[in-house]
């Protein structure tokens, strides 16, 4: 029973299911329900930014602790796509070298774009750094990242072949499995700590 007077509590023997359909209240620290899905805010979010550094630096990047499977195909999708960014970066780099030559103004734009192309593929493999530490803050990014890159995607349609598609479909299956049950009680195993 609750301390307002004699209605029970949602949780407790006695209370009113939920009406089907309906949303239950979600109060700070309470985890939202889709159906059998629970979703909730990471309590675990980095208070500096050496929070956000892999823990023995970027040499750990082949080391992967006892993980479940789904957790360690979404980390090696995330790395690979890092990786595979930073080298198109490095290649992008050069190509802006040869457009400065042709077109100044359009070089400059060209190297912007690289640059903020390089910075997301370098925060994609430190998040997936994190993401295997156990950090539900860096699987919520990458979450994000997933979306980010089906925004790119639907911005590309018409515009040649649609080329972001794939990188959306590989996101999109990476997010997936790290949604799964097993990976969520792999998440839960580290709730708590700080």
Do not use: C, H
């Not at 209240?25 to 159906?35: A, E, I, K, N, Y």
């Not at 598609?165 to 700080?194: C, E, H, N, Y």
Request: glycine content about 12%; aromatic content about 10%; proline content about 10%.
């Amino acid at each position: 029973m609750s301390n307002t007077g004699d209605v029970p509590e949602p949780d407790q023997p006695g209370a009113n299911p939920p009406e089907p359909g309906s949303v239950p209240p979600v109060g700070p620290g309470q985890p939202r329900r889709f159906g059998r899905l629970r979703i909730e805010w990471p309590a675990d979010r980095p208070r500096n930014f050496r929070d956000t550094l892999p823990l023995g630096g970027y040499s750990g990047i082949l080391n992967l602790p006892a993980m479940p499977t789904e957790l360690k195909i979404s980390y090696w999708v995330w790395v690979i796509g890092g990786l595979l960014g930073l080298l198109a970066g490095v290649i992008g780099l050069f190509g802006t070298l040869v457009l400065f030559v042709v077109s100044p103004p359009a070089g400059i734009l060209l190297l912007l774009l690289v640059l903020v192309a390089v910075a997301l593929a370098a925060a994609q493999v430190t998040l997936a750094m994190k993401m295997k530490e156990g950090w539900e803050w860096a699987r919520f990014a990458l979450t994000i990242a997933a979306g980010v890159s089906l925004v790119l995607a639907l911005a590309s349609i018409g515009v040649a072949g649609g080329g972001s598609w794939p990188g959306f479909v590989i996101s999109l299956v990476a997010t997936v499995l790290m949604w799964l049950p097993k990976s969520q009680a792999w998440f839960d195993a580290f709730k708590g700590r700080s």
